[in-house]
């Protein structure tokens, strides 16, 4: 019952996402199409994500803009889209809170991202294709620091097991001063449902 493209996935329990560095941000601010390589803990390139979305809502709508992320495997194949409507992440609007939808292969959704409202914590649930709980992520009260990762816990639906992470990892002074470009590392049990690796993917991106 794997999508097909995904079946890498089975046999690997973590795996790298590492952002492109975009010279034309770095020089002159403007907001370019987002790019990102997925790795396996050997370094090599599994896939590779592409944002697709338009040069005005890139720029006018920042980091909360709605977008399609197109996550391509070696062969050039689209084996995951994860979409993301215009949502504000702000717990003062409980009611327009982030979600994205995961899509493998595309157009065939697979499971859900929904951030849960919350005071002071930024708390998602992961939902399959029924929109069925299964699995929590709950990250740190402060989710900026300086020389060290943030960890996003992964557990249980009761929140009373950890069973993965979400880690944005520390890219270095200059990198994490001068780019907006991001490393993040997930973990995830080894027998875990193929699509639900999938969709922890889909939160990483969406955190």
Same mark, same amino acid.
């Given at each position: 019952? =794997?999508?097909?493209?995904?079946?890498?996935?089975?046999?690997?329990?973590? #795996?790298? #996402? @590492?952002?492109?560095?975009?010279?034309?941000?770095?020089?002159?601010?403007?907001?370019?199409?987002?790019?990102?390589?997925?790795?396996?803990?050997?370094?090599?390139?599994?896939?590779?994500?592409?944002?697709?979305?338009?040069?005005?809502?890139?720029? =006018?709508?920042?980091?909360?803009?709605?977008?399609?992320?197109? $996550?391509?495997?070696?062969?050039?194949?689209?084996?995951?889209?994860?979409?993301?409507?215009?949502?504000?992440?702000?717990?003062?609007?409980?009611c327009c809170l982030q979600?994205?939808?995961?899509?493998?292969?595309?157009? /065939?959704?697979?499971?859900?991202?929904?951030?849960?409202? @919350?005071?002071?914590?930024?708390?998602?649930? /992961?939902? +399959?294709?029924?929109?069925?709980?299964?699995?929590? /992520? $709950?990250?740190?009260? #402060?989710?900026?620091?300086? %020389?060290? +990762?943030? @960890?996003?816990?992964?557990?249980?639906?009761?929140?009373? =097991?950890?069973?993965?992470?979400?880690?944005?990892?520390?890219?270095?002074?200059?990198?994490?001063?001068?780019?907006?470009?991001?490393? %993040?590392?997930?973990? %995830?049990?080894?027998?875990?449902?193929?699509?639900?690796?999938?969709?922890?993917?889909?939160?990483?991106?969406?955190?």
């Amino acid at each position: 019952n =794997c999508p097909p493209g995904l079946e890498y996935l089975t046999q690997i329990d973590q #795996i790298l #996402i @590492h952002q492109q560095i975009e010279l034309l941000e770095i020089l002159t601010g403007f907001e370019t199409n987002n790019k990102y390589e997925i790795k396996n803990t050997l370094g090599q390139r599994v896939y590779f994500a592409v944002e697709d979305t338009d040069c005005c809502t890139r720029n =006018c709508c920042g980091p909360s803009r709605p977008f399609t992320l197109r $996550i391509i495997d070696n062969l050039g194949h689209e084996v995951i889209t994860l979409q993301r409507p215009l949502r504000c992440s702000s717990c003062c609007f409980p009611c327009c809170l982030q979600e994205l939808e995961v899509q493998s292969p595309p157009g /065939i959704p697979v499971g859900f991202v929904v951030q849960n409202w @919350h005071p002071c914590l930024p708390k998602f649930t /992961i939902k +399959d294709e029924k929109r069925k709980d299964i699995l929590k /992520i $709950i990250g740190p009260c #402060i989710v900026c620091s300086c %020389f060290e +990762d943030i @960890h996003f816990e992964v557990k249980s639906v009761d929140e009373s =097991c950890t069973v993965g992470r979400i880690s944005k990892q520390w890219s270095g002074f200059l990198k994490e001063a001068f780019t907006d470009a991001d490393n %993040f590392g997930i973990t %995830f049990p080894m027998d875990l449902d193929v699509k639900m690796k999938a969709v922890m993917i889909g939160a990483c991106f969406l955190i």
